[in-house]
């Protein structure tokens, strides 16, 4: 896909939640009721809703994870601080990652499986 050009200056093309892979709430309305509108289930949307969030979170939370130990182990071989890391931190930094990464995958989930599929088409 080229860019237009406006003004003499080539605008680089835009990108929308389809074409990178990311969820939207247009995104989650759009995948939710075309779903629906196929014959699938709420409990079936909210289902792969909830494994690709979960897979998300989980994935997000060990890479979050494996960036602050090794942020800690460079501010400790620095020599400005001894950085200690405790199994409670990474839970706890583990839980947060996970319950905000559902929360956020799921409400607008459920909002594009309680919608009509003809309602949710509107907003396209």
């Known amino acids: 896909m080229a860019g237009k050009e406006w003004s003499g200056i080539k605008r680089p093309p ?3 939640a389809r074409q990178h892979g990311g969820r939207s709430l247009g995104g989650s309305l759009a ?3 075309l779903r629906k509108a196929v014959g ?11 494994i690709e969030t979960v897979t998300l979170s989980l994935l997000g939370g060990i890479i979050g994870i494996a ?6 182990a460079l501010v400790t071989l620095s020599g400005a601080l001894t950085a200690v890391i405790t199994f409670d ?3 706890l ?10 929360f956020f995958g ?15 088409l509107r907003y396209e």
């Open 14 to 16: 835009r990108l929308n």
């Open 31 to 33: 995948a939710g009721t």
């Open 40 to 50: 699938a289930t709420k409990n079936q949307i909210l289902t792969q809703f909830l």
């Open 67 to 72: 960036f602050g130990i090794g942020l800690a």
């Open 89 to 91: 931190s990474i839970l």
């Open 93 to 102: 930094a583990f839980t947060f990652a996970l319950a905000i990464g559902v």
């Open 106 to 120: 799921l409400y607008p989930a459920y909002r594009a499986a309680n919608l009509h599929p003809m309602v949710a």
